[in-house]
């Protein structure tokens, strides 16, 4: 079990800037999360899937954030144009699909620098 | 909405020296409280669920506990490397899936 694996580990961009972030999810996990961390506000659930369906994306923060979900195996999570605010972690993070309040399993961040 | 509050924001405790962090949450119909650890750099790694007022779950130095209010994580007895981030979060019945975390309590435990 190789866990979930995210890319880029480190992305630094500068400002107006499009960004994109990937994620592919531990295997037979029926849903995938996206989840943002700073100092501020902590970890936020920016949207989340179920087999491959958005579901709730009420956290996207707004239209310059959009996320994908083309097959079980891969997600992306794109912003443009980016925004010194954008700059945080985002994890990745896959449940299975036994129960809806399974765990979650996270990937190890792509931590987001926007200058 | 759900609402999770962590307490303290900091502990700092000598080696062997036990104690509990705090977990307090508001939650429509709860269908689960999770602690996660996080070490820096990484992701937030599962620790514990729990489902019902009640219930506790143990994993070698660690203990959590439920009530209808909140749920604490006993630290036993801990060493060096129990230093981490731990963080609590609730599933509740109107958001299945949709997990709500607290802002954690970082925990450095001195040699």
């Known amino acids: 079990d190789a866990g979930v694996i995210q890319s880029p580990r480190h992305e630094v961009t500068e400002m107006g800037q499009e960004v994109t972030l990937r994620c592919k999810p531990i295997?037979?996990?029926?849903?995938l999360f996206w989840y943002r961390q700073t100092m501020m506000r902590g970890l936020e659930l920016l949207i989340y899937f179920n087999n491959n369906v958005p579901i709730d994306d009420s956290g996207m923060p707004e239209d310059r954030f959009s996320a994908k979900m083309p097959n079980a195996s891969f997600s992306t999570l794109k912003i443009q144009p980016s925004e010194p605010r954008d700059s945080a972690v985002y994890f990745c993070?896959?449940?299975?699909?036994?129960?809806?309040?399974?765990?979650?399993?996270f990937g190890n961040g792509t931590r987001l620098t926007v200058t | 909405e759900d609402q999770v509050t962590q307490s303290p924001e900091a502990l700092r405790l000598q080696e062997g020296e036990s104690s509990s962090l705090n977990c307090s949450y508001t939650?429509?119909?709860?269908?689960?409280l999770f602690w996660y650890r996080q070490d820096p750099g990484k992701g937030p790694e599962f620790l514990f669920t729990l489902y019902s007022a009640g219930e506790e779950k143990e994993k070698e130095r660690l203990k959590a506990t439920l009530t209808k209010k909140e749920s604490f994580l006993h630290i036993t007895a801990p060493k060096p490397e129990d230093s981490a981030t731990y963080l609590c979060?609730?599933?509740?019945?109107?958001?299945?899936?949709?997990?709500?975390f607290g802002d954690g309590t970082t925990l450095t435990v001195k040699p």
């Open positions: 295997s037979g996990h029926d849903y």
């Open positions: 979060a609730v599933q509740g019945g109107t958001n299945a899936g949709k997990s709500t």
């Open positions: 993070a896959s449940s299975p699909g036994d129960r809806p309040d399974s765990p979650l399993h």
């Open positions: 939650v429509s119909g709860l269908r689960g």
